[in-house]
């Protein structure tokens, strides 16, 4: 495997949720944030939503283990900042432009997603990738990752 740089990233809720609980290929994102590979960021409206989705009944988590994910596999490793609602690119789902805000103010390498509202998205910059896509740009070492 090709050496892998640090990147800024933005992780949307899916992907954490996913890699956290499901493993697969969101999951490899998990040792990479564990060990500093990656730098995720967030800010406080996507902290909340990830608390807010991993309390759904459907996953079966008590307050106690949502609790360990958030003290023990987001906060030490995110980048929390503060950031100011920007302008409303996606309007299918209005949500999804925290995710934006959050890269733009951080100026993230990716955002890594596998929801179609920022996937198409094309507006920004900041490429919006899909856990694998984003995996394989980290393994060829790309200075800059490309879109998709």
Request: proline fraction near 7%.
């Amino acid at each position: 495997m090709g050496t892998i740089q640090l990147r800024r990233v933005v992780l949307d809720t899916n992907v954490l949720v996913s890699g956290l609980l499901f493993g697969g290929v969101p999951g490899e994102l998990v040792p990479l944030w564990r060990s500093g590979r990656i730098r995720p960021m967030a800010s406080q409206e996507i902290i909340e939503e990830y608390l807010r989705v991993l309390s759904y009944p459907k996953f079966r988590l008590t307050e106690s283990e949502i609790g360990f994910l958030l003290s023990r596999e987001i906060l030490p490793f995110f980048d929390v900042r503060v950031v100011t609602a920007g302008p409303d690119h996606i309007k299918e789902d209005p949500s999804d432009n925290k995710f934006l805000w959050c890269a733009a103010a951080g100026r993230a390498d990716a955002i890594v997603s596998g929801d179609e509202h920022l996937l198409s998205f094309r507006g920004s910059e900041i490429p919006v990738m899909t856990p694998g896509r984003f995996l394989e740009v980290l393994r060829k070492g790309s200075p800059r990752a490309p879109r998709g």
